[in-house]
């Protein structure tokens, strides 16, 4: 079947074809190499359909539409969200979003200085970076249980949302404890050789 459709296929799609071979597994792993995000396959390693996200989009569907019965959708209420927008929200699935890892990178930008500065200071750091995740093109969204949909949360929240992101990385660091020390912290010259302060 792969050599029939090698031959049938137009140079174009021939020179971006590859065949993999293999269990599922391996051939996943092999999609991998090629940075396919392979947990977003509708198919698990047993060959069986996913259906979970499905049937959720299925419940907030009835919802929605079950609201609009008797409402009107709230002004900019959206369905999806876009990479850039940030998730007001628990759970890997707002954690996992583009936006929300992209907040944690700009978040590890800022706290050195964030650390160390006033109570006044921090509230403005908080809402310059709330300010560039605006200006490009991203929002900070929150879920309207009412109708199932995502709304932009007002500017607290969003500022709260960035100061919560600096109080967790805090919290990882001193999880994580102090830096391992460099070669140059564990040891000394000492006549011309290096001897070690400390072993471990």
């Not at 065949?19 to 396959?41: M, N, R, W």
């Not at 403005?124 to 249980?145: C, P, T, Y």
Request: charged share 35%; aromatic share 8%.
């Amino acid at each position: 079947m792969i050599n029939v459709f090698t031959v049938v296929a137009s140079p174009f799609l021939r020179v971006r074809m590859r065949a993999h071979q293999g269990t599922h597994s391996e051939c996943q792993y092999k999609l991998l190499t090629f940075g396919i995000p392979v947990k977003d396959f509708p198919i698990n390693t047993q060959g069986q359909l996913k259906t979970a996200k499905h049937k959720g989009w299925v419940e907030r569907r009835r919802q929605k539409e079950k609201y609009m019965r008797n409402n009107e959708i709230p002004e900019g209420a959206v369905d999806l969200p876009v990479r850039y927008d940030v998730l007001l929200g628990k759970g890997m699935p707002c954690q996992e979003h583009p936006g929300n890892k992209r907040l944690h990178e700009l978040v590890a930008m800022r706290y050195e200085e964030y650390n160390s500065a006033k109570r006044d200071r921090k509230t403005e750091i908080a809402e310059e970076l709330v300010v560039q995740v605006n200006r490009s093109s991203g929002r900070f969204l929150k879920r309207d249980e009412a109708s199932g949909m995502w709304i932009e949360a007002p500017l607290k929240e969003a500022r709260e949302k960035v100061c919560h992101g600096f109080r967790r990385k805090r919290e990882w660091d001193l999880k994580r404890g102090p830096p391992a020390p460099t070669e140059a912290e564990m040891s000394e010259e000492v006549g011309g050789q290096k001897k070690f302060k400390w072993s471990f």
